[in-house]
Structure formats: C-alpha cells, structure tokens
C-alpha cells in the first residue's frame, strides 16, 4: 500500500483521502503515540489541526475518532498555518489536515512527531496498520478530547526569531497575497508586529479559494504584481493555501526565481553560522546559484530528495555535522527556529534582511542563469527502464559534466550549467530541470535523450 507522496497523503476527499481513510489514519498515528518511542507521556496525545477548505472539518473529525480509538488523547488546534501544527506538535504527535497548493476538491494528511514530518519508515508504519485494518483498542483505553489555541504563541516566536535578522520593518511597505489561505491568520499580524506597513490581498479564509488559485505562480500571483508594480510596496509575499510555500515579488512586480531566494537566504544563515562546517540541505532540482552562494559564505550543500528536507537534516546531524538552512524551492525550513517547513517564518527573516539591504543588493551577488523545467511524458510502468538507461545515456551525451545519480541523474559542466532528470511521483513523465546561459539548447539537447530512453523503456 502507498499512501505517501512527497509531501503527506494527498488527493480527491471523494475517492482518495476519504472520511474512511482519515480514520484508519488517524487509529494508526494514535497508536503511534502510545507506541512510539516520542510517546513520554503518561497521557501520549496527538494534536490536530486544519486549513480552511470545506471538508477539513470533517476530515478532522474522522482523524480524531481515529486517534481517541487508537488509545491516544487529541488536542484540537483548529484552522491554522501548517507551521503552527508542527509547532505545536512538539514533544508529541500532530496530523494536518491539508493538500497545501491543490485544488479545492482535494485534501491531504500531514503526520509529525516532535515537530518533524514522519519520514520513510514511519510513513510505512502507518500504512501497514491501515493495510491489516487495526481496530479500536479496548473501550476503557481510549482517550479524551482537549482543544488549545497555539497559535498567538507562534505568531510571538517567529516574531522573536525574526529579530535576529537583518533590522527592523517600520516604514517597509508590504504586500501580502494570502490567496484565501490560513497565512491570513499568521503572516500579516507577524509583519505588522515587526514594524511593516502591512497590505493585504485575499485575506479573507475560504476554502473555495476564490480569489486566486491555492498555488502561487507567477500567473496566480498576477494581482499582487500589478499592485506592488503599480503601488509603492518595496516587497510582495505570496503564499499558498497552508502557509508553507513563499514566493517573493520585487518592488517593479516581477517574481524573484524561487532558486535566487533560497541562495539569498542560504548564504546569510551560513555567514552568521559558528559551525567550522555549516552544511545547506537542499533538493537535486535546486540550482548551482545555491551552491556558488553557500561556498562564497564557507559552507557547503549536500542534497536529498524532494519532500524529505527533515531526512536530510537528520544525516547531516546523525553524522555530526550542523545544518545551518534547509530548502527546497519555495519551502524552507530553519532549523534553529525548528524542523518543518515555515513559509510564515521565511517571511518574516526576508522582510527584515529587505529592510537592511534591499532586495537588489541581495539579489546582486547570485548568478542568476536561464532556467527551465520540462515534463516528458512517459508511463509509470516504463520509468525505472527508462531512468536505468539514462543512468548511461546522459554522461555519454555530456561527457564533460560530472555525474551524481543519488536522486535521478543530475549532471554538472564546468561552466556552471547542470542539467537534471528524474521521474516524478505522482504523474506520469520524467523531468527534466536545466539551468545554462544556453538553457534552450541544453534543453534541446538533453530532451531528446530523455525522449529516446522513454521510447525504448515503452
């Protein structure tokens, strides 16, 4: 049974992630709680919260008739960021109900443990017990219900973390695309907390998300750059529907590549590092800008793959390194604030290094190369041929580049250029990301090798 994707289990409320579903999700995490080696509690206790699209009420509902069945007490946190539940997932266990950037007919679930994402195996634990079908413990083991209001306290954290940054706000004038989202709840009161002035377009929490699609993208964003182009805003923020994703628009309203953010953010955290080897976890679709900024900085980046930034984190630190930032394009994670994804906290640490810097200044040392992302199309049952075949047809097509296959095949030239290839995982194509200051060509090149290997995998 495969239950996980990249980012939690996610898809339609009315054939995938179904009330029915939630509850066997939610006995499995309870059991997990009175199981697990986090479970220190006499009382273990899962929290549960949600975004704001139509059936998390009662998919929250179906979680929690799991959770209280599996042995497990539930605090219910209600409508928050999904920061704010891993947050107060600390020292317990968490389930999020949310598909982030999906459509609103869609809904997911997000497990955590002590404020981190369940990685691999923990992910498997939990479909082997909804596999064979677990039922309620005994009537007198259930547990009880509570309810607790986190979310003013993480406002108050990241505001205090946030500190630490760059300097203050007062006079920045920003705009803040919530997108019908629960940023609504955390990303604007945190700014104006700090000092900005603070504007804010699609504010209201809908889970029909009428205003713009819950995926921010240039196109999706296309309001919040017509105002800050056409406005005095020196910064515009968008966010997606559960608040982990940013994306950042410059004062002339252009998006700023989620790559040149990463490598902005990256390098700052590295120069204020006191480790002797800070390390930048990041994704093998993330580009070589990152790893020029890190190095400048006297880091390094080791890579993982996508939807398992906490994965990564957690080798780097297994084999006694320290992880000064971790990101894959649009979603970082600070691991001195903690362990998940935070698009709210990212918010706050850019405004404050705007504020100091500029954004222009920030921008101006990244080497921003063409870059593009191309899906070819190829059927599930033909990826593994075709991706061992490219393991061989790649460096034979490149031999200049060096090869690292850890996670697809990603090639890197000796001018800066890489290109990368891998399935994806959720749909059927492979795909293929390159950067170069010939990007088409590269492309051109690149995909029909790709398109030869997928024909031949066929």
């Known amino acids: 049974m495969d239950l996980f994707g990249t980012a939690g289990i996610r898809g339609s409320v009315e054939t995938d992630v179904t009330p029915e579903l939630a509850v066997a999700v939610g006995r499995a995490v309870g059991r997990d709680a009175v199981d697990g080696t986090a479970a220190t509690a006499e009382d273990p206790e899962v929290v549960i919260g ?55 007919g869609d809904n997911g679930i997000k497990a955590f443990v002590d404020g981190v994402e369940y990685d691999g195996d923990a992910e498997r634990g939990v479909e082997r017990r909804v596999e064979a079908g677990e039922g309620p413990v005994a009537w007198d083991a259930w547990g009880e219900r509570r309810e ?19 300097a203050s706000l007062d ?92 490598a902005v953010v990256a390098e700052r955290y590295v120069r204020a590092s006191d480790a002797t080897d800070p390390v930048v976890v990041t994704t093998p679709n993330a580009s070589a800008r990152i790893d020029e900024r890190v190095a400048a900085a006297g880091g390094r980046t080791e890579r993982i793959a996508l939807g398992a930034l906490h994965e990564g984190i957690a080798r780097v630190r297994a084999a006694g390194g320290t992880v000064a930032f971790a990101a894959e394009p649009w979603k970082h994670v600070h691991p001195d604030f903690g362990g998940w994804i ?34 070819v199309p190829c059927p599930d049952g033909a990826k593994a041929a075709a991706m061992e075949r490219l393991g061989t047809a790649l460096p034979e097509a490149f031999p200049e580049a060096s090869v690292d296959t850890a996670h697809g095949v990603r090639l890197e030239r000796p001018d800066g250029s890489w290109l990368l290839v891998r399935p994806s995982g959720t749909e059927p194509y492979v795909r293929l990301y390159a950067e170069s200051d010939a990007v088409d060509e590269l492309v051109a090149e690149a995909r029909a090798v790709v398109e030869a290997a997928v024909e031949a995998a066929s």
Not at 57 to 64: C, I, P, Q, R
Not at 154 to 163: F, H, Q, S, W
Not at 216 to 241: C, K, M, N, Q, Y
Not at 358 to 368: H, I, K, N, Q, S
């Open 50 to 104: 949600r975004d704001g699209r139509t059936t998390g009420a009662g998919l929250a509902a179906a979680v929690e008739a799991g959770v209280l069945s599996g042995g497990a007490s539930v605090r219910r946190i209600g409508v928050v960021p999904t920061p704010t539940l891993a947050f107060a997932s600390r020292g317990r266990r968490g389930v999020m109900l949310t598909a982030s950037h999906n459509p609103p």
């Open 148 to 166: 607790a209001s986190p979310l003013p306290a993480y406002r108050e954290a990241v505001v205090d973390y946030a500190r630490g940054f760059g």
């Open 171 to 262: 006079g920045l004038r920003v705009a803040v695309d919530c997108g019908n989202g629960v940023a609504a709840l955390a990303t604007p009161t945190v700014l104006r907390e700090l000092g900005a002035s603070v504007v804010t377009l699609h504010a209201n929490v809908d889970g029909h998300f009428p205003g713009r699609g819950s995926k921010p993208t240039p196109d999706s964003l296309a309001g919040l750059r017509r105002f800050v182009a056409d406005g005095d805003a020196e910064l515009g923020i968008g966010h997606d529907g559960d608040a982990d994703r940013i994306v950042v628009v410059d004062g002339e309203g252009e998006v700023v590549h989620e790559d040149t953010v990463l």
């Open 342 to 375: 935070d698009g709210v906290v990212s918010a706050a640490v850019i405004a404050r290094l705007v504020a100091a810097a500029g954004l222009p200044a920030l921008r101006e040392p990244v080497t921003e190369r063409p870059y593009r992302k191309v899906s």
